[in-house]
Nanobody
């Protein structure tokens, strides 16, 4: 089992940047594929980015968001740039045990979730 905690919540102006962190505790972190999702009121949680256990593979919904990880620190990052008002949401990180190379992009594929962190982009 792994426990995930997001940080980096904030209010930022449109066009600005923000970095979110997802710190893990528990089992060997490199055994976990990790993803970032976001959710706004009344909508389903949507995929943002994902990364394999070793960090060698990544996926993102757009070029403005970059996911990375530091397994020595058991932390995954989401660097967001050129933020828009529509990026306002609660952002969640999620983890799932997986063989290296696995990249998961749906909520159903993840067992472990953080509590979420609010990102607000003002226009």
């Amino acid at each position: 089992q792994v426990h995930l905690v997001e940080s980096g919540r904030g209010l930022v102006q449109a066009g600005g940047s923000l970095r979110l962190s997802c710190a893990a505790s528990g089992r060997t972190f490199s055994n976990y594929a990790v993803g970032w999702f976001r959710q706004t009121p009344g909508k389903e949680r949507e995929f943002v980015a994902a990364i394999t256990g070793s960090g060698g593979g990544t996926g993102s919904v757009n070029g403005r968001f970059t996911i990375s990880r530091d397994n020595a620190k058991s932390t995954v990052y989401l660097q967001m740039s050129s933020l828009k008002a529509e990026d306002t949401a609660v952002y969640y990180c999620a983890g799932e045990t997986a063989a290296d190379g696995a990249l998961f992009t749906t909520t159903r594929q993840y067992t472990y979730w953080g509590q979420g962190t609010q990102v607000t982009v003002s226009s």
